[in-house]
């Protein structure tokens, strides 16, 4: 089965230290895989893609094929950091469905 | 440019009730998706549309139903509500040459009592 797992409900930091979000999907040939990300009070949006190997934010996220992880990286968080994350995946078959992990609450304090 | 826009934000519903949400977008998207997101799981797929008149089912289609009659709206009906439904529903729209991300609407916030 598809899957998208994020084993982190809760990563509680303070502002400034270095942040990992775990994401670990089941391997079916090379996936394009989303990280979004949702604000309180904010409707969810794309924080970063895969395919797009950019910066957003000061996120990175890369592709380990070999682990099968996308984990999302930020080496010093913000305050303004503290939101819900969701690792993304496609169903396959098309039609950019996708396979949502259950999420990682990150909580940046002062 | 409103962007995906659902209507309504709040609902409290007795279980055995009908009713609609109505997910709108301007954006000129041909696939349009409705997820549920519920605590510990994540966002999950109910429904989905890949263009005017299509539906089809997603991971957890039972007890809902959807049309799209019109390009811009997707609608999701719940024909008798149950409380096992009580969830935030977040409707969402991408271009069709994929894999694209999606834009999602604000939620609605469903209770069923």
């Known amino acids: 089965a598809q899957r998208v797992t994020q084993p982190e409900k809760l990563l509680s930091v303070f502002k400034g230290a270095p942040v990992e979000l775990k994401c670990n999907y089941s391997?079916?040939?090379?996936?394009?895989l989303f990280w979004y990300v949702q604000y309180s009070r904010q409707r969810l949006q794309l924080l970063l893609r895969?395919?797009s190997r950019e910066s957003i934010k000061g996120f990175t996220a890369d592709l380990n094929k070999g682990e099968t992880s996308f984990h999302l990286k930020k080496p010093f968080a913000q305050e303004e950091d503290s939101a819900m994350y969701y690792c993304?995946?496609?169903?396959?078959?098309?039609?950019?469905?996708?396979?949502f992990g259950a999420g990682t609450r990150l909580a940046v304090h002062p | 440019n409103a962007g995906v826009t659902q209507t309504p934000k709040f609902r409290v519903l007795k279980t055995g009730q009908s009713m609609t949400l109505l997910c709108a977008q301007d954006m000129n998207h041909e696939y349009m998706y409705w997820y549920r997101q519920d605590p510990g799981m994540g966002l999950r797929l109910i429904h989905y549309s890949v263009g005017e008149g299509t539906t089809a089912k997603g991971e957890v289609p039972d007890g809902y139903n959807v049309s799209r009659l019109k390009k811009q709206n997707f609608l999701l009906g719940l024909e008798s509500a149950a409380p096992s439904q009580t969830s935030v529903y977040f409707c969402?729209?991408?271009?069709?040459?994929?894999?694209?991300?999606?834009?999602f609407g604000d939620g609605t916030r469903l209770s069923i009592l």
């Open positions: 391997y079916s040939g090379s996936p394009e």
């Open positions: 969402a729209s991408s271009y069709e040459e994929g894999p694209k991300p999606q834009h």
């Open positions: 895969h395919i």
């Open positions: 993304a995946r496609p169903f396959s078959g098309g039609y950019n469905k996708l396979i």
